[in-house]
């Protein structure tokens, strides 16, 4: 069954700790993109890359980095220096193609700060 | 840089009934991608419909429509025959052309009342 699954479903952390959420796809897509979800503040990118081991920079990347040696994976981690990283996070890929751009999305992945 | 203001943020309508929601975004590109996407309480994003810029006609999925107004950047969906499965998170989205990142409205929930 194809499609995109992200875990831990919750996660906890405590002060000074990174953590690193997985993301992987069976879909073939090229692109694969990270997301954060607050109250009242939409989606916002953190992360996006679109070939493997290239990723670009989104509006709020301070804190979190990201790795892609593979095309089915590209795992987020969200290090100490992110102040306030509580929040719902969402990893999506697109279909390749001629701007298609419809990009899905995985169940997400709740992380709490303890 | 783009942006995407949905100015409801909150909506309610009764079953079986029709509802609108607004989208207006802001944009010095000509060909773009505009989406509409479903997050119910489970918080799983679903796509709901897309329309393509370059395409005068309006975009339809079974009860859900949009009617797309590019020369005043307007971008509402419509729901039609309203269900009680439709209350959800309501989210606009633009993506320039090319498995770019969407930018994100900030949503509108809508209920949905029997």
């Known amino acids: 069954d194809g499609g995109i699954t992200q875990s831990p479903k919750y996660l906890f952390r405590k002060e000074g700790q990174n953590v690193t959420l997985s993301c992987e796809q069976n879909?073939?897509?090229?692109?694969m993109y990270w997301y954060r979800q607050d109250p009242g503040q939409g989606l916002r990118l953190i992360y996006y890359?679109?070939?493997?081991?290239?990723?670009q920079k989104g509006d709020i990347a301070e804190g979190y980095s990201v790795s892609r040696e593979k095309k089915e994976s590209f795992p987020l981690t969200v290090t100490s220096a992110q102040k306030n990283p509580t929040a719902f996070y969402l990893c999506a890929s697109s279909i390749p193609g001629q701007g298609t751009d419809t990009q899905y999305f995985g169940p997400g992945t709740r992380l709490t700060v303890l | 840089a783009q942006t995407v203001t949905q100015s409801q943020p909150e909506m309610s309508v009764q079953e079986a009934e029709t509802v609108t929601l607004s989208c207006t975004y802001d944009?010095?590109?000509?060909?773009?991608?505009l989406f509409w996407y479903k997050q119910p309480p489970s918080r799983q994003m679903i796509l709901v419909i897309r329309?393509?810029?370059?395409?005068?006609q309006n975009a339809t999925e079974n009860r859900f429509s949009v009617n797309f107004q590019k020369a005043a950047k307007s971008f509402s969906l419509k729901i039609s025959d309203s269900q009680l499965g439709d209350t959800a998170m309501y989210f606009c989205a633009y993506a320039y052309s090319g498995n770019t990142p969407l930018v994100f409205g900030k949503g509108t929930r809508l209920s949905v009342i029997a």
């Open positions: 944009t010095s590109e000509n060909n773009y991608y």
């Open positions: 890359s679109q070939i493997v081991n290239d990723f």
């Open positions: 329309q393509e810029a370059y395409k005068q």
């Open positions: 879909l073939n897509h090229d692109a």
